[in-house]
């Protein structure tokens, strides 16, 4: 991209820094070709922003503060983003591949974090627990004290976001772990901590290595809590790392979800939730619409109509993108590319109907024709297996048992969805689905507010909504006895 930095450093107690590891090269998916450098952060820097987090936490600066004002602080981050996004949309896209609109509506998603965490900062209050006379009881919610945040690429800047707002709007310093693919756009986090008057060291942002940088944050023994965003076994390595040190975390992991799609759903209406429930992001959404399961007397109708989505969709550079309409940019690298175009031809293998799509483009660039595979059984890998690719796999069923039988076979559980116009079968469903979150009639229907997290290997603990705010603070009762 014209104008982008050549070399970008890491964030680290308030200084731009050098990697111990070195450099990596930032590369654009939309073209294949070089954009940047960034500094590659090694162990003895994670293990520098992790002391300038835990002096900040033991200084008080941030816990001493009256909440109001470190919610100003959150706030004004947010809106930081919002002044800088013709800056940052542009970096995004380019080293991430969505469209531009998109990028912009990450930008404003990840501001929106900033807005609503801000906001909550005075409303994490105890309570006072009677013992009867001679005592005084209350409890008080503080800060784990170091929280370490392991970003994936998919939204980099939201998901960093995502974290970063709860976790300092309850008094946390936070060191974020910025993934290889998409670490430029985050360099915006560490500028909008500065410009919010953050103490030094409050907000470290480092780009590293997944096995080294990562692994080395995970296990660092001055981490008080870890939350991270990105694919089950690395999850598991966190969780394995976090369980040394007695520290909790919060997994946020894959998913293979499903719509349920009934004889009386609105069949035009889903189109809609098929274009953003598969397409958006060109399909690499943890929460995406990666099955379809409809009942077979729609089944043929829903396969053309979907095919027509898929092939409506103008797909090529993200920059060129600008408006938000039936468009899609590359994945964020041929090898995420090329994962997904081998799953599509393994399930055309084992028997799946390649509706349309399947294949890589033929420009330059990590491009996916937008894909619809019908005919596909829960036994195949594909509709068990996490794609991260604009790739929908469509199963019907006859029976509603089946229907919620073939929606939770999977090891998964992030998101589920239902489409009908029954409300006693939308209900039904929303019970029996094991999900940690159900949408009736709108894939993606809910916001920030609203609290998002796994059952399953989809992972633990819970972001976004009031439920987030627990995973960053813990409890302390306090009991008085009363003289008299
Ligand atoms: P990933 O697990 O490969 O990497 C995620 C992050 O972990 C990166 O920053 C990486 O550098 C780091 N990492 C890798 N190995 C590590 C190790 N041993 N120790 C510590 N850190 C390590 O995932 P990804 O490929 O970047 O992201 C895609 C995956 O993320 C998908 O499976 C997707 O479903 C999931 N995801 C989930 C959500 C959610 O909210 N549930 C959101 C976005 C993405």
């Excluded at 780009?207 to 598991?236: K, M």
């Amino acid at each position: 991209m014209a104008g982008i930095a050549p070399y970008w450093r890491n964030y680290v107690d308030g200084h731009w820094t050098d990697g111990g590891a070195g450099r990596l090269t930032v590369t654009d998916p939309g073209s294949g070709a070089a954009l940047a450098e960034h500094a590659l952060a090694d162990a003895a820097d994670v293990d520098r922003a992790v002391q300038a987090a835990r002096r900040v936490h033991l200084s008080g600066a941030l816990t001493d503060l009256r909440p109001v004002e470190r919610g100003r602080m959150v706030q004004a981050m947010g809106r930081y983003l919002l002044d800088h996004i013709d800056e940052i949309a542009p970096v995004l896209t380019s080293e991430q591949g969505k469209p531009l609109w998109e990028a912009r509506r990450e930008v404003q998603g990840a501001a929106r974090y900033f807005e609503y965490y801000g906001n909550q900062a005075e409303t994490v209050e105890g309570r006072s627990i009677p013992l009867g006379a001679g005592y005084f009881d209350f409890t008080m919610h503080e800060p784990y004290g170091v929280s370490a945040q392991i970003i994936p690429w998919n939204y980099p800047v939201e998901m960093t976001a995502r974290s970063l707002s709860a976790g300092l709007t309850t008094g946390n310093a936070c060191v974020v772990k910025t993934p290889e693919l998409t670490p430029l756009s985050n360099a915006w986090l560490a500028r909008a901590a500065e410009a919010a008057g953050l103490p030094a060291g409050a907000v470290n942002i480092l780009c590293g290595l997944g096995h080294e940088a990562g692994a080395a944050l995970a296990a660092h023994p001055d981490v008080n809590q870890i939350v991270f965003t990105g694919s089950v076994p690395t999850g598991i390595a966190i969780a394995t790392a976090a369980a040394q040190n007695v520290v909790p975390c919060v997994l946020e992991l894959g998913g293979k979800s499903a719509a349920i799609v009934h004889d009386d759903a609105d069949l035009d209406a889903f189109m809609n939730d098929v274009r953003w429930g598969i397409y958006f992001n060109a399909g690499q959404v943890c929460s995406a619409m990666s099955r379809v399961i409809v009942h077979e007397s729609l089944h043929d109708d829903l396969v053309e109509r979907v095919a027509g989505v898929a092939q409506t969709m103008s797909v090529g550079p993200g920059i060129e993108r600008r408006e938000a309409g039936m468009n899609m940019g590359a994945m964020v690298s041929d090898k995420q590319r090329d994962r997904a175009e081998s799953m599509v031809a393994h399930a055309a293998g084992q028997g799946a109907r390649l509706v349309t799509g399947g294949h890589r483009m033929n420009i330059p660039g990590a491009f996916l024709e937008p894909t619809v595979l019908a005919d596909v059984t829960p036994k195949m890998a594909i509709a068990n297996k996490e794609v991260f690719g604009p790739v929908l796999s469509v199963m019907r069923f006859e029976t509603e048992d089946e229907a919620i039988a073939i929606a939770n076979g999977t090891p998964y559980g992030l998101v589920g969805g239902v489409f009908t116009r029954d409300l006693d079968r939308a209900t039904r469903a929303a019970r029996r689905l094991r999900a940690g979150q159900v949408f009736v009639n709108e894939w993606f229907a809910g916001g920030v507010e609203t609290p998002f997290g796994g059952y399953g290997k989809s992972g633990y603990g819970r972001e976004k909504g009031r439920e987030a705010l627990w995973n960053y603070v813990q409890t302390k009762n306090v009991a008085i006895r009363l003289k008299g």
